[in-house]
Protein backbone atom coordinates (compact mmCIF):
# COMPACT_ATOMS: atom_id res chain seq x y z
CA UNK A 1 0.00 0.00 0.00
CA UNK A 2 1.19 3.36 -1.12
CA UNK A 3 0.40 6.44 0.94
CA UNK A 4 -0.91 9.59 -0.38
CA UNK A 5 0.00 13.12 0.05
CA UNK A 6 -1.17 15.48 2.35
CA UNK A 7 -4.03 17.26 1.42
CA UNK A 8 -3.86 21.04 0.31
CA UNK A 9 -5.63 22.25 3.78
CA UNK A 10 -2.77 20.43 6.16
CA UNK A 11 -1.19 22.67 7.99
CA UNK A 12 0.01 21.51 11.00
CA UNK A 13 2.72 19.04 11.97
CA UNK A 14 3.32 17.43 15.16
CA UNK A 15 7.00 16.76 15.95
CA UNK A 16 8.87 16.43 19.67
CA UNK A 17 12.58 15.91 21.09
CA UNK A 18 13.40 12.43 21.78
CA UNK A 19 12.87 11.60 25.16
CA UNK A 20 13.26 8.19 27.29
CA UNK A 21 10.51 7.09 30.41
CA UNK A 22 10.17 4.83 33.17
CA UNK A 23 7.95 4.10 35.87
CA UNK A 24 8.00 2.02 38.94
CA UNK A 25 5.18 1.02 41.27
CA UNK A 26 5.07 0.74 44.89
CA UNK A 27 1.80 -0.96 46.93
CA UNK A 28 0.88 1.06 50.04
CA UNK A 29 -1.48 -0.83 52.47
CA UNK A 30 -4.33 0.57 55.13
CA UNK A 31 -5.22 3.41 56.67
CA UNK A 32 -3.57 6.95 55.52
CA UNK A 33 -3.21 5.76 52.20
CA UNK A 34 -2.32 9.61 51.31
CA UNK A 35 0.38 10.25 53.87
CA UNK A 36 2.07 7.21 52.99
CA UNK A 37 1.91 8.70 49.79
CA UNK A 38 3.34 11.89 50.72
CA UNK A 39 5.79 10.48 52.64
CA UNK A 40 7.56 8.20 50.18
CA UNK A 41 7.29 10.49 47.59
CA UNK A 42 9.44 12.77 50.23
CA UNK A 43 11.71 10.45 50.59
CA UNK A 44 12.26 9.20 47.06
CA UNK A 45 13.01 13.17 46.24
CA UNK A 46 15.34 13.42 48.50
CA UNK A 47 16.85 9.79 47.87
CA UNK A 48 17.14 10.43 44.09
CA UNK A 49 18.76 14.57 44.69
CA UNK A 50 18.24 17.65 43.54
CA UNK A 51 20.92 17.36 40.91
CA UNK A 52 19.24 14.08 39.08
CA UNK A 53 15.59 15.50 39.71
CA UNK A 54 16.91 18.90 37.97
CA UNK A 55 17.58 16.95 34.83
CA UNK A 56 14.02 15.28 34.41
CA UNK A 57 11.65 16.15 31.86
CA UNK A 58 9.04 14.87 34.01
CA UNK A 59 8.55 13.73 37.47
CA UNK A 60 5.06 12.46 38.61
CA UNK A 61 3.97 10.65 41.82
CA UNK A 62 0.14 9.37 41.23
CA UNK A 63 -1.68 6.79 43.39
CA UNK A 64 -4.43 4.14 41.73
CA UNK A 65 -7.34 2.47 43.15
CA UNK A 66 -8.86 3.22 46.92
CA UNK A 67 -8.33 1.08 49.79
CA UNK A 68 -12.02 -0.07 51.52
CA UNK A 69 -12.38 1.14 55.14
CA UNK A 70 -12.68 -1.94 56.82
CA UNK A 71 -11.24 -4.35 53.89
CA UNK A 72 -11.78 -7.90 53.69
CA UNK A 73 -8.67 -9.23 52.34
CA UNK A 74 -5.15 -7.37 51.76
CA UNK A 75 -5.92 -6.92 48.35
CA UNK A 76 -8.67 -4.97 48.96
CA UNK A 77 -6.40 -2.22 51.08
CA UNK A 78 -4.03 -2.13 48.45
CA UNK A 79 -3.34 1.11 46.21
CA UNK A 80 -1.06 1.40 44.05
CA UNK A 81 1.81 4.27 43.80
CA UNK A 82 3.35 5.05 40.77
CA UNK A 83 6.39 6.98 40.22
CA UNK A 84 6.72 8.12 36.52
CA UNK A 85 9.53 10.14 35.06
CA UNK A 86 10.86 11.35 31.55
CA UNK A 87 14.41 12.84 30.57
CA UNK A 88 16.44 12.97 27.05
CA UNK A 89 19.35 10.77 28.33
CA UNK A 90 18.47 7.20 28.59
CA UNK A 91 21.82 6.94 30.95
CA UNK A 92 19.39 8.54 33.48
CA UNK A 93 17.11 5.73 33.54
CA UNK A 94 20.32 3.16 34.49
CA UNK A 95 19.93 1.20 37.58
CA UNK A 96 22.21 3.37 39.62
CA UNK A 97 20.75 6.85 39.13
CA UNK A 98 17.01 5.18 38.53
CA UNK A 99 16.04 2.25 40.05
CA UNK A 100 18.40 1.84 43.18
CA UNK A 101 17.57 5.21 44.71
CA UNK A 102 13.95 4.62 44.38
CA UNK A 103 14.60 1.16 45.84
CA UNK A 104 16.32 2.26 48.30
CA UNK A 105 14.20 4.11 50.27
CA UNK A 106 12.05 0.78 50.77
CA UNK A 107 12.89 0.76 55.07
CA UNK A 108 12.81 4.78 55.06
CA UNK A 109 10.78 5.94 58.21
Not at 27 to 56: C, T, Y
Not at 90 to 103: A, G, I, N, T
Request: charged share 25%; with cysteine; hydrophobic share 40%.
Amino acid sequence: MIGLPPPPTTKVGITSQPRYQAELHWSLVGLDIEAKAALLERNIRDSLGEAFLSKLHTITFSTHGVAEPDPYTQDRATVDFRVFVQTKDKQDLSYEKWVEPVLNVIMCR
